[in-house]
């Protein structure tokens, strides 16, 4: 089970380029009826992380087959040879013992099915095609073939057009349930959360207590926005069968979105040991890491994540939010001027431009990314990160009387803008100022910079 989720994984995510980014969701992961009657099977040698069904107390029912055929005596032992070979999950001799079963049944398209289904599973979809069509070839009014089509094609090129073929499998069977759920995934690929909702209830109708169709929920109410929703048909798959590891994906996710990052880190900890490669479950864990301080732990998540998947571009803005937190500033200036590639008109991504130029006392560039910001500020917080940083740039550019109107036009502002020790920081500028700067009847005025007294935000920099 758990190699076969490997073949499923998401065709692409998305996060929308503003400063809250909210994530997509990943496909729902459809699988495909049980090839092979449910027997109990030895137990295969496993390198790697303990599988997740060993931890359970008994062993799941098993998915019933969607064509149970009855197979002729001469053909019993060729399909034993088959199950054999499915339960050690030796696909390429199963296909062969399929083909032998081929020519003992010629009339017998569920068998090419089944064929192309291994195939899928070995992500050869090709050869998966060629086999689907074998079976409408023996009976065109196999709806199960048309799926398998819809899905081979999906594999070969993700955007492409299979509505029709989903209709010609509802056409020849309406109530094979997991034709609805590959629909609402496909919806849900494309962002139709609406039409991907509808094809979810017809198959909660056909496939009650589906952990699958809880899943595409919980990835269809992300894509609404629907915190809550998302997070309880989440936990609903889950608690129906915790061996089902997209569940963790989503979960980490849905967790991150409610901004449970402890939670996320848990779930996403899981996914990743035994899906050591997806970019989208390591941008989503080095975001947890970065939102509860772990800065140190979310650098490396974060370029695993790019590194798998460099669609994840958001990674670039919190692995150089981190870089920052941690006092890299010319780490932290790459990433965020490669973010600033890909989104446009970010107030988190100047101020961390700004915040990465001033620590490397390149304060006109500094000047430019905050005023910049200034433009894109929106509630009192960010407002009073960018007097802050205002001020302390002008400080040290030697505009000191902008300066002191900056940290002025900060104390003005509600005390919850900022924490009390930003106020506090403020107004010992503003003394401190006051005091070297020599009054009017000075022979010789000049203008002294001071120092800024500290570089703390007025409140931590707001995650994207």
Known sequence: GVAAYGLFLPRGSSFRPVDTITPGPSPTYTLTPT????VGQPTPTFIGPTPLWAFLPATYTPTPLYVNTP??????DQFRAAKAAYAKGDMDTFIDAMRDLARLEPDSADIFYYIG???????NAKDALVAYN????????FGAAYLGLARARLLQDPNADVTPLFDLALQYDPN??????AR??????????????????????????????????????LLLDDKAAALTNAEKAHELDFTLLPAYLILGEAYVVDEEYDKAIEMLNTYTTYVPKSGRAFALLGQAYFATGEYEAAIPSLTKGLGFDPNQTQAYIYRGLSYLELGEAEEAQADME?????????????????RSYYLQEKFGSAFLQVEGAKALARTNQERAQVLYWRALVQEQRGEIADAVTTWQALLKLPVNAMSEAVRTEAERHVRTIALLTPSPT???????????????????TPTP
Not at 117 to 123: K, L, P, T, V
Not at 134 to 141: E, G, Q, S, V
Not at 176 to 181: A, D, Q, S, T
Not at 338 to 354: H, N, P
């Open 184 to 221: 609402a995934d496909y919806y849900l690929y494309h962002h139709d959360a609406e039409s991907a909702l509808a094809d979810l209830g017809r198959a909660q109708q056909r496939l009650p207590d589906s952990p699958l169709v809880y899943l595409g929920y919980a990835q269809a109410y």
């Open 71 to 76: 197979r002729q005596p001469q053909s019993a």
């Open 442 to 460: 000075a022979k010789t005025p000049t203008k002294t910079a001071t120092k800024p007294v500290g570089t703390k935000t007025p409140t931590r």
């Open 35 to 38: 090839l092979i009657g449910a």
């Open 134 to 141: 074998d079976a409408l070839k023996i009976d065109k009014t």
């Open 117 to 123: 289904e291994a195939y899928r599973f070995q992500g």
């Open 338 to 354: 490669r973010a600033s590639s890909f989104y446009d008109d970010s107030f988190v991504i100047k101020m961390g431009l700004t």
């Open 176 to 181: 094979f349930g997991e034709i609805y759920l």
